[in-house]
Structure formats: C-alpha cells, structure tokens
C-alpha cells in the first residue's frame, strides 16, 4: 500500500483530552451561522482515503449560550483518475466568500 496515511490529533481544552482523526489537512474558523446570535467553533478537515476524498466540518467546544449546536457537515471530495496519489496539504476559510 503506498498511499500517504494522514494522522492528526485535536486536544480539547475544557475537557482536557485528546482525539485521534485520520486527515491530512485541517484549519479553525469562527463562523456565524445563520439564526444563531454567536459565532460557533469549527474544525474543518480533510481526508484521503482509499475509499475517496472527504471534508468534515464539526463544531468544537460547547455551543455560545444561546445558539443552535452546528449539525456536522460531511461532503465527498472529488480526485480524478490521473490524480490518484494526490492528498490535500493546506486548508484555508474565506470568511468573505464562505469557502474552505
């Protein structure tokens, strides 16, 4: 198996543990969503696997007093055939855009 095995680990302050999760690359935003009086925070990353290419979005910490907790987003990303070894390496939000 030569493909690039990704590993990063999120430590949670309030509950002073850690978490393993298979990805390549990951970023942090402060995101105000929509009905909600306070940003939450978000951990975004991304992973690829055998089975294909995906970006996870999961809110982090408990919700701000008042909001809605983030439901968990989860969207396949696409690698063509020629680019079967690619892996992501870098993850940027645009707070403007709304892109990762």
Known sequence: D??????????S????VSQPIEGHAACFVSFKTEGNPHPSNLFCFSVRTIQG?????IEIGSPPAGNQPFQKKQVEVYYPAEAATDFPV???????????
Not at 2 to 11: D, I, T
Not at 53 to 57: C, E, Q, S, T
């Open 2 to 11: 030569n493909r690039v095995v990704g590993a990063m680990q999120l430590y």
């Open 13 to 16: 302050t309030e509950r002073k």
């Open 53 to 57: 290419g995906k970006l996870h979005v």
């Open 90 to 100: 870098a993850m940027q939000v645009c707070n403007s855009y709304f892109i990762i």
